[in-house]
């Protein structure tokens, strides 16, 4: 059974830092691109951070970038979201997905539970 469970959401002062993980199991964590989606209230979901599936290489935002930090244990296969300089417009769900890379492109793209981020004072 797939599963991809986030944790580390919560509330947080603007300025402030949270610690997204997401474990994950049932599938073969080194076929897979591991991404960061968020979706605030009234907005679609949107692409936050993206790391291969070798942990080589990471993207973001152009709205987080020099704020949030993607890391991977493949180890533990998990991948995590530090996020720093929180802002209130980084209020929403944070979703993790997994996607297979194209040399597995056949395989299912999975998706977690999402997990709420709310910066306010």
């Known amino acids: 059974q797939v599963q991809l469970v986030e944790s580390g959401g919560g509330l947080v002062q603007p300025g402030g830092s949270l610690r997204l993980s997401c474990a994950t199991s049932?599938?073969?964590?080194?076929?897979?691109?591991m991404n960061w989606y968020r979706q605030a209230p009234g907005k679609e979901r949107e692409l936050v951070a993206v790391?291969?599936?070798?942990?080589?290489?990471?993207n973001y935002d152009a709205s987080v970038k020099g704020r949030f930090t993607m890391s991977r244990d493949s180890a533990k296969n998990t991948v995590y979201l530090q996020m720093n300089s929180l802002k209130p417009e980084d209020t929403a769900v944070y979703y993790c997905n997994a996607r297979a890379t194209p040399a597995w492109g056949t395989l299912p793209t999975y998706w977690g539970q999402g997990t709420q981020v709310t910066v306010s004072s």
């Open positions: 049932g599938f073969t964590f080194s076929r897979y691109v």
């Open positions: 790391m291969s599936n070798a942990g080589r290489s990471t």
